[in-house]
């Protein structure tokens, strides 16, 4: 849609003759049309195509999310023959290596023997910072703390698959407390006064207090003690499938996370361990909201788990922490390394995530290929390969292994369903990508950049309530996401509510990432409103918004400018607002001459139009624009030099 109403510049009409007015009119008919570059739609931003399994690892980006990688630091035991009592499964494992190291060779094989390094290295590194049961410590056959069992879903857990028989009754939550709350209560406030609560950290599109316990010594000092008396034996207790002694436990990435009203939750994600447990630390009479859920099981569906109780699981289960709305909620969160099992399964993965980074997504795909070698059923070795697949534009496959995710899992999937969409719209077929995204939405309704690309999804078939509805929820969940505010402005100053449109565009002002965007956009709107005051004979109130238009796009433009110098970056939204500036600037231009004309203050008049020729020395219009001011005024000889410069230019 057009935003301009044109006219024929009714304040700038010369009561002089003009020998060549048919090509002065020509040449602000090239003004005009240049000012056509300018349109709402192509304010509108772009969808967000990014892959949802990214991370980063390194010892200045490490982050405290849930699902985050283990550091990684090489070692050398091999660990073939660390089996403990699991003698039967490991020599199942070890041939199904034997097979797949004749059928993928060498590389594969050196990838084994790296996760085995890895696996070591990391488990020496936890007894360096958390108890580790001493070998002769017997397994616990009894334990006098009774759990509720729940469904794990559609797919075994991604590592040692084959040892969970089904039905997959493993997500275990205790019936009683495993400590009093009054002891959750200390461990909280010693945490607290170790600084806990003035650390802040990203968690996917979320932000969480908390830290590491190895950054909280008194805190990991009663962690590690409960270790000894609480924790491992019962998970020893809870999976004797995969844990044959307390002994064999190894807790790797331990934290103490902290929810709020401004730090509310976390994405849905997995973690990154064969073993993940969650301890609640605050009473649930402390805090509205939150709550750990399953995707599986439904979003509204929260374990029952007030202090002092815990949730015990494989790690490769997708669930998340409700929002919390009011109060403080704590918990604590654990991955867990079991000495004699490799999770080759993880690794492969993890290091095909690092490769997709470099990136070498040529070896990417074949540790995702070589990980499901060994578990044809791993649903997110299938997402990351897709993701691939979507980089290099080969859309069929992508979508074939995306379906084949969303088919093992029974569509309980909403990244799946995400990445769904955003591949079938990437092929082009809009009517699909919306039914994937409106089937994620049905499972999470919080996630803020799948709400923002349905809206724009259906806002391109017209679906312009639809679209704004998205952009609401999106703006809900998260006000810092500029995108949601500048299409949903974009969106209701194409149906010409300009007001409602300002207001969107001033919340856009607030989100950095997006400022230099919605300062353009408020250049539209003040440009339109200028246009419709003068319209109506108002021409205050036409000089102000004008005024303001003009400065909110100067404002703008070294932002713009500076985006596009940062190494490495490719956006089209920053190539195609950096493009409107000139059509967009030359306009407020145009109408605050126009409007000075009609003011009769012709020199203000004529000073805006020689800024526009001092701007824009080379668009011929400029110099008509100043010459007509100038015959106006009786500048016969000065309109004719213009003019002069205007026609050295065609």
Request: charged share 25%; with cysteine.
């Amino acid at each position: 849609m057009d935003l301009w109403t044109r006219g024929n510049y009714k304040h700038m009409q010369s009561s002089n003759s003009c020998v060549d007015c048919e090509d002065s009119d020509l040449l602000l008919a090239q003004v005009e049309e240049l000012e056509r570059e300018v349109y709402w739609s192509s304010m509108r931003l772009g969808s967000v195509s990014n892959v949802r399994h990214e991370f980063f690892k390194n010892e200045q980006s490490r982050c405290l999310e849930l699902d985050c990688p283990f550091d990684v630091v090489s070692g050398t035991k091999n660990l073939f023959n660390m089996r403990g009592g699991a003698n039967v499964v490991a020599n199942t494992i070890d041939s199904k290596l034997k097979e797949l190291i004749l059928k993928y060779g060498n590389d594969f094989k050196e990838a084994i023997l790296q996760n085995e390094k890895e696996h070591a290295e990391d488990c020496n590194i936890s007894c360096d910072a958390f108890y580790c049961a001493p070998k002769d410590t017997q397994p616990v056959i009894e334990s006098n703390v009774t759990v509720t069992s729940y469904n794990f879903g559609a797919t075994p857990p991604e590592d040692f698959a084959n040892v969970f028989g089904f039905p997959l009754d493993i997500i275990k939550v205790s019936d009683n407390s495993l400590f009093p709350a009054e002891e959750a209560a200390s461990v909280v406030k010693m945490a607290e006064e170790e600084g806990v609560a003035n650390n802040e950290y990203k968690s996917g599109k979320y932000r969480l207090g908390g830290d590491w316990l190895v950054n909280l010594p008194k805190t990991r000092e009663w962690f590690n003690s409960r270790l000894e008396s609480t924790f491992f034996p019962l998970i020893s207790n809870l999976f004797p499938e995969i844990v044959s002694s307390p002994s064999v436990l190894r807790a790797h990435s331990v934290s103490l996370l902290k929810y709020n009203a401004s730090h509310p939750r976390t994405d849905v994600h997995i973690d990154n361990g064969i073993l993940a447990m969650t301890v609640a630390m605050t009473p649930k009479n402390e805090y509205v909201g939150g709550g750990t859920f399953f995707e599986h099981m439904g979003i509204d569906d929260v374990l029952p788990m007030d202090v002092g109780h815990g949730t015990f699981r494989p790690g490769s289960v997708r669930h998340g922490g409700h929002k919390v709305t009011k109060g403080t909620r704590y918990i604590l969160g654990a991955f867990l390394l079991i000495e004699d099992r490799v999770e080759h399964v993880r690794r492969l993965k993890n290091r095909g995530s690092e490769l997709r980074r470099i990136p070498d997504l040529e070896m990417a795909a074949k540790h995702f290929e070589w990980a499901l070698g060994i578990n044809p059923k791993c649903t997110t070795c299938l997402k990351d390969w897709a993701e691939i697949l979507l980089t290099q534009k080969r859309y069929g496959e992508a979508e074939e292994k995306i379906r084949q995710v969303l088919e093992l899992l029974e569509e309980k999937d909403s990244d799946a369903l995400f990445s769904l969409g955003v591949i079938l719209s990437e092929a082009g077929k809009d009517d699909e990508s919306i039914e994937a995204y409106t089937k994620s939405v049905k499972l999470n309704a919080e996630d803020v950049e799948l709400c923002y690309n349905l809206g724009i999804k259906l806002g391109a078939k017209g679906d312009i309530k639809g679209e704004m509805a998205m952009y609401a929820r999106a703006t809900t969940i998260d006000p810092t996401f500029g995108g949601a505010w500048l299409n949903w402005g974009t969106a209701l100053a194409e149906s010409g509510n300009m007001e409602d449109a300002e207001v969107m565009f001033l919340k856009g002002l607030e989100c950095p990432e997006v400022k230099p965007k919605a300062m353009m956009n408020l250049g539209l709107v003040y440009s339109k409103k200028a246009e419709l005051s003068a319209a109506n004979g108002d021409l205050e109130s036409a000089k102000s918004f004008a005024t303001k238009a003009g400065s909110m796009v100067d404002s703008a433009k070294p932002l713009l400018d500076a985006n596009l110098l940062v190494e490495g970056t490719n956006n089209d939204d920053d190539k195609k607002y950096a493009a409107q500036y000139v059509p967009l600037r030359l306009t407020c231009h145009r109408i605050l001459g126009s409007v000075f004309a009609g003011m009769k203050d012709f020199d203000a008049s004529e000073k805006e139009f020689r800024k526009a020729t001092e701007n824009f020395p080379q668009i011929p219009g400029a110099w008509e624009m100043l010459a007509r001011v100038l015959e106006i005024q009786g500048k016969a000889s000065e309109a004719i030099e213009a003019r002069s410069k205007r026609q050295g230019l065609l």
